[in-house]
C-alpha cells in the first residue's frame, strides 16, 4: 500500500526460492510488506552489564570484557568449547556446545570484546550459553544503538532468513526505495501534528538510534493506521446521512405522548432520556438513523425501543424488533406488549414456531398496515414477511446476528429504514470506534435506582456441600436459582451429558416435591424450552437447570443467585451476561462461580475480574486484553482490526486523537481538497480503492 510495490524476488540476496517461501511462511510478497514487517521488540545494546550485577534471572545481557581463558571440555563425543570472559567486576563462562572448532578460531585472547546473550543459572554458576560476539563498537560508528528483532520460522531461519537476515534484507530495501515512499501527510500536515514524516518513521522503527527514535517512529505508524481507518468511517458515517435519504419522523405524537405521560411504568433514568433524546434528534432529521445504543446488562434498552417504536408509528410507519432467540422474543413480545395493550396499539409475535394460521393472519396485517409492531426472531427476515411501511428497524443483542441477516431486514423496504441496533455487550470504545466507527453510539451508562450490587465468590467444586446449604436456604425465602452449564458447540453431547450429570446430583440433592426443578437446553423443542421456562417464571419451579441459551436477555426478577458450574470454562463477555440475570428485583442478589481447582492463568484472571468488578466496560477491557480485539468481535470485519503495529488495548489515546483530527479534517475541507489534504486523498483512494460502502451497517 504504497508507492513501492516492487516483487520481494529482486530484493537484494532474495531470490525465487527465498521470495517463494518468505510469501508461503509470511505473506510477504512485496518489498513494501516486508517494510512493514516490523520488529515486534528491540535489543537494547547501548546497555552494558557488569559480571558482579548479574542476577539469577535467565535475562539477555551484555557484557564488556576480555577472553582470559579458552578450553574445550567433556568426553569426545560432547566436547564444548568453554571461554572465560572478565571484566573489571568479575568473570562469566561463555559456553558452546556447537561449532567449537570455528568459534574456537575467532575467539583472540585478551583483547577487547562484547558478547549479548541469555545469562543461563546452574546450581548458582552462571554462564551465558552461545553468546552473540563481537567487537565493542568504535564512537563512530553508526550501527543503532536498539537491535530489531523479528518474528521469523524455522524454514525461513534455515535459508538466513533469521531476524539478523531479516534485518539486512530490510537494511537494503530501505536504502534503495526510501526515497520512492511517498508520504500521505505533506509537511505541514505532518508538523501541525508532531509527527515526524513517513520515511523518518521506516527507518526508526527499522533503526532506532534511540529510544526516542523509536518512540516517535512508532507513534506516526500508529497513527497513521488508525487515521486512515477512521478517515473511512467517518467519511462513510457523513456519505450515509447525505446520499440516504430517511424518512423524517418530525412529528411527536399521541401515541408517543399518551405513553409518556400515562403508561410508563417507571421514571427513566437520566441515561435513557438522553438516548431517547439522540434518537429522536436522529429520527427528525430526514438522513437515516444508523444508531447503536450501548448498555449493560439491565441498563432498560428495551424501554428505549419502545419509545422510538412509538415515534415511528406516531409518523404512520410500523416497527419490527428482532431478537436473536425465541426465549427472548417472546420475553420482549409478553413485557412490550402488557404496555402496548392498554395504549391500544397493535403487536404481535413472530418466530419460528408461530402456528401457520396465526403466521398468516400476521403476514395479511402487517401487508395492510394494521399491525403497528412486530416482534421476532430471524422469522421476521423471511421473505414471505412483507411490511406495508417499515420505518423503523431494531435489532436487541446485535453481536449475535451476522451480517447478512442484519442486511436482510435493512432491506425490506424499497427505502432502507431507520436502523437501531442494541448491544447489552459493552465493547471498549476504542473497540467501539474502530469497529462502528460509522455509527452514532450512545450509551446507556446508568442502571435503575435501586440495584444493589451482585455478590460475587469464586467457589471450588470441593465446597459443593456449602454451596447447597447456602441454596436451601435462600430457597426458604423464597428466592429462585439459576444454574448454567458450559456448553460447546463442537461436543455438544459431551456436555449436555454434564448438564445431564448435574441434573441427577441436583434431584438428589433437592428432592421433589419440596424442590422442584425446570431444565432448559438448546436441544429441546421451542414448546419444551417454553413450558420449562414459564414454570421458572412463574415461581413453580425454585431452580432453573441450564446451558447458557439464558445467557441472553431473560428477565426473571425473582431469581436473586446464579450459580455458573464450570466457570472456568466461560469467556468474560458470557460470564457477565450471565450475572446480569440477576440483581434485577430489591433482592440481595450472588452470583457464584465454581470451578475445578486447576486454572490457567487466563481463567484465573477471568474469575477474579468478575469477583472485583461489576463494571461491564472495565471487564470489557480485561476480556480484550485476554483475548485480542479481534477474537472479541468474532464476524463482523475482522480483518478491519488487523493493524501493523497499533493496538486496540494498548493505543486508546492515539485513536482518540486521530478521530479528533480526522473529524476536524473533514469539517474544514470534507473533500479533502486543500493542496495540503490531497495526498491523504490519493493514499486513502490507494488503501480503500472500491470497498467503498464496505462498512455502512447492515
Ligand atoms: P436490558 O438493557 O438488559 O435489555 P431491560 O430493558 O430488560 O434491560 O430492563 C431490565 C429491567 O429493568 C426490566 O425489568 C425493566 O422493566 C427495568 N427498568 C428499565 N428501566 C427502568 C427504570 N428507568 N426504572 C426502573 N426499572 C427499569
Ligand atoms: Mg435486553
Redesign the pocket.
Known amino acids: 500500500m504504497s508507492t513501492t510495490n516492487n516483487p520481494i524476488v529482486y530484493a537484494e540476496g532474495i531470490g525465487p526460492d527465498r521470495a517463494a517461501l518468505l510469501t508461503e511462511e509470511l505473506g510477504i510478497r512485496t518489498t513494501w510488506q516486508l517494510l512493514e514487517h516490523y520488529p515486534f521488540r528491540y535489543v537494547d545494546k547501548t546497555q552494558f552489564h557488569t559480571v558482579a550485577q548479574l542476577s539469577n534471572a535467565p535475562v539477555e545481557v551484555q557484557i564488556k570484557g576480555e577472553i582470559t581463558k579458552i578450553e574445550e571440555v567433556g568426553p569426545p563425543r560432547q566436547k564444548r568449547l568453554v571461554a572465560t570472559l572478565k571484566d573489571a567486576t568479575g568473570s562469566i563462562e561463555l559456553v558452546w556446545f556447537k561449532g567449537a572448532s570455528w568459534i574456537r578460531r575467532s575467539l583472540k585472547l585478551h583483547t577487547p570484546l562484547v558478547a549479548y546473550g541469555k545469562v543461563n543459572n546452574f546450581k548458582g554458576k552462571k554462564s551465558i550459553p552461545h553468546p552473540e560476539i563481537s567487537a565493542p563498537a568504535l564512537s563512530n560508528d553508526l550501527q543503532s544503538a536498539l537491535e530489531p528483532v523479528y518474528s521469523t520460522t524455522d524454514k525461513l531461519t534455515k535459508k538466513g532468513l533469521h531476524s539478523k537476515g531479516l534485518s539486512k534484507v530490510i537494511r537494503s530495501v530501505l536504502k534503495k526505495e526510501l526515497d520512492e515512499i511517498s508520504d500521505p501527510f505533506t509537511e505541514e500536515f505532518a508538523k501541525q501534528q508532531h509527527l515526524i514524516s513517513k520515511k523518518q518513521a521506516l527507518y526508526w522503527i527499522h533503526f532506532p538510534s534511540s529510544q526516542a527514535h523509536l518512540d516517535a517512529a512508532r507513534k506516526r505508524i500508529k497513527f497513521e493506521e488508525f487515521f486512515f481507518l477512521q478517515l473511512t468511517q467517518i467519511r462513510n458515517k457523513i456519505r450515509n446521512k447525505d446520499s440516504i435519504k430517511g424518512y423524517k419522523f418530525g412529528e411527536v405524537g399521541q401515541n408517543f405522548m399518551n405513553f409518556y405521560n400515562n403508561h410508563l411504568?417507571?421514571?427513566?433514568?437520566q441515561a435513557?432520556k438522553r438516548v431517547v433524546k439522540e434518537i429522536r434528534f436522529d429520527l427528525g432529521t430526514g438522513a437515516q438513523m444508523n444508531r447503536l445504543v450501548q448498555?449493560?446488562?439491565?441498563?432498560?434498552?428495551?424501554?428505549?425501543a419502545l419509545l422510538a417504536m412509538l415515534l415511528a408509528i406516531d409518523n404512520g410507519f410500523q416497527a419490527a424488533l428482532m431478537a436473536p432467540t425465541e426465549i427472548l422474543a417472546t420475553q420482549h413480545f409478553e413485557?412490550l406488549n402488557e404496555m402496548c395493550q392498554p395504549a391500544g396499539i397493535r403487536i404481535e409475535l413472530l418466530t419460528g414456531s408461530t402456528k401457520s394460521a396465526q403466521r398468516d393472519s400476521i403476514h395479511q396485517r402487517l401487508q395492510s398496515g394494521e399491525l403497528q409492531i412486530l416482534i421476532g426472531t430471524h422469522a421476521l427476515i423471511e421473505p414471505t414477511v412483507k411490511f406495508a411501511n417499515l420505518g423503523l428497524a431494531i435489532i436487541?443483542e446485535q453481536h449475535r446476528f451476522g451480517v447478512a441477516q442484519r442486511a436482510k431486514l435493512w432491506k425490506k423496504n424499497e427505502h432502507p429504514p431507520h436502523m437501531l441496533v442494541?448491544t447489552?455487550t459493552p465493547i471498549p470504545r476504542t473497540l467501539a470506534l474502530s469497529l462502528y466507527g460509522d455509527l452514532d453510539i450512545s450509551i446507556?451508562d446508568e442502571l435503575?435506582?435501586?440495584r444493589k450490587p451482585i455478590t460475587t465468590k469464586h467457589l471450588f467444586e470441593k465446597n459443593r456441600l456449602k454451596l447447597n446449604g447456602f441454596m436451601q436456604q435462600e430457597i426458604a425465602k423464597g428466592r429462585q436459582v439459576y444454574i448454567v452449564f458450559p456448553l460447546i458447540e463442537e461436543s455438544e453431547t459431551l456436555d449436555l451429558k454434564n448438564l445431564e450429570v448435574g441434573y441427577e446430583q441436583l434431584l438428589r440433592d433437592f428432592p421433589r416435591p419440596q424442590y422442584q426443578i425446570a431444565v432448559v437446553h438448546g436441544r429441546m423443542k421451542p414448546e419444551d424450552k417454553e413450558g420449562e421456562m414459564k414454570r421458572f417464571a412463574t415461581g413453580k419451579a425454585q431452580i432453573l437447570v441450564a446451558t447458557t441459551v439464558i445467557e441472553v436477555?431473560v428477565?426473571v426478577?425473582n431469581a436473586s443467585i446464579m450459580i455458573v458450574e464450570n466457570a472456568e470454562r466461560f469467556g468474560l463477555s458470557q460470564l457477565h451476561q450471565l450475572r446480569?440475570r440477576v440483581g434485577?428485583g430489591s433482592e440481595e442478589s450472588y452470583c457464584i462461580l465454581v470451578s475445578s481447582f486447576k486454572l490457567s492463568g487466563d481463567a484465573k484472571t477471568r474469575l477474579e475480574t468478575m469477583v472485583r468488578t461489576q463494571d461491564g466496560f472495565e471487564i470489557a477491557e480485561v476480556d480484550m486484553k485476554l483475548r485480542g480485539p479481534g477474537d472479541i468481535m468474532g464476524t463482523r470485519q475482522s480483518g478491519q482490526l488487523q493493524f501493523k503495529l497499533a493496538s486496540l488495548s494498548q493505543d486508546g489515546a492515539i485513536l482518540n486523537w486521530a478521530r479528533e483530527v480526522v473529524e476536524k479534517l473533514l469539517a474544514v475541507d470534507s473533500q479533502l481538497n486543500d493542496e495540503n489534504h490531497v495526498p491523504i486523498k490519493q493514499h486513502w483512494k490507494l488503501l480503500y480503492k472500491d470497498k467503498w460502502g464496505w462498512n455502512r451497517i447492515s
Not at 411504568?265 to 433514568?269: G, I
Not at 448498555?295 to 428505549?304: A, E, F, M, R
Open positions: 411504568p417507571f421514571e427513566l433514568t435513557q448498555g449493560d446488562v439491565g441498563s432498560g434498552k428495551t424501554i428505549v413485557g436487541d442494541m447489552a446507556i435503575p435506582p435501586g436477555g428477565n426478577p446480569g434485577r
